[in-house]
Structures are given as structure tokens and as C-alpha cells.
């Protein structure tokens, strides 16, 4: 849900594209609930199942997440900022996402597992 706020909230909510816009303002409110559940269940995961099986899960499943904003700088992206559809590249959210659940892992006790840089962005 993170993701998915963090694009629709920065990249879509002031698209120039005036269906991109209304469309994202919608989804918002609804995407930042589901956000702040999803952070009380982050540490929750924790304690119900023990540090190591949070971690491992965090592992498995943090990169992909991670991928979920597509390669930086990529012809299309490029074009969308151009004109006005997109506001953030790619890398910039995903950064974003990553500093978040960082911040998450930190409140949890959890490891903040070490990713790639480049896309598509692996275990380091």
C-alpha cells in the first residue's frame, strides 16, 4: 500500500492530466488507511513471529516491493515528466519507499535488508 500511495500521492495527485488527478485525489484517503495499518502490522509480524521469521520475510519480500516503481530514467518516465504527467523518476520513489521501511524496520527492531541500487533491485 506504501507504494501505491507514494505514487499515486506524488506522482498523480497533480498530474497534468486532469483524470490522472482526480482519479489519484480519490485513491488517496483510501491508500493512506490502508498505509497506516499496514505499519502497525509491520511491528506487530515482529513480535507474533519473532524477529528471525520477520526478518526472512522482509528479505523475500522487500525487493520486489522495491521493483514495484520500475527503472529509473526510462524512456516513458522520462517523457511522463516532460509533460507534466508524472512528477518523480522512478529511483526517487523508490528511495522514498526504501527510507520509509527503513524507518519501519528501525520501530520494529527488524534488519533493514541491504538491496541493489540498479533496477531490478536484488539482495545485496
Known amino acids: 500500500?506504501?507504494?501505491?500511495?507514494?505514487?499515486?500521492?506524488?506522482?498523480?495527485?497533480?498530474?497534468?492530466?486532469?483524470?490522472?488527478a482526480r482519479l489519484a485525489k480519490d485513491m488517496l484517503e483510501e491508500k493512506a488507511a490502508c498505509d497506516r495499518v499496514f505499519g502497525d502490522l509491520f511491528a506487530q509480524t515482529a513480535e507474533r513471529f519473532g524477529l528471525?521469521?520477520?526478518?526472512?520475510?522482509?528479505?523475500?519480500?522487500?525487493?520486489?516491493?522495491?521493483?514495484f516503481f520500475g527503472p529509473a530514467g526510462s524512456g516513458f518516465t522520462n517523457e511522463c515528466l516532460r509533460l507534466g504527467l508524472k512528477r518523480r523518476d522512478n529511483q526517487d520513489l523508490a528511495d522514498l519507499y526504501l527510507s520509509m521501511v527503513a524507518r519501519r524496520c528501525e520501530g520494529a527492531g527488524l534488519?533493514?535488508?541491504?538491496?541493489?541500487?540498479?533496477?531490478p533491485r536484488r539482495l545485496a
Open 52 to 67: 528471525q521469521a520477520a526478518n526472512e520475510k522482509l528479505m523475500f519480500w522487500l525487493p520486489m516491493a522495491a521493483n
Open 1 to 20: 500500500e506504501t507504494s501505491g500511495l507514494l505514487i499515486l500521492g506524488i506522482n498523480y495527485s497533480e498530474s497534468s492530466y486532469a483524470p490522472h
Open 111 to 119: 534488519n533493514m535488508p541491504r538491496l541493489t541500487r540498479a533496477y
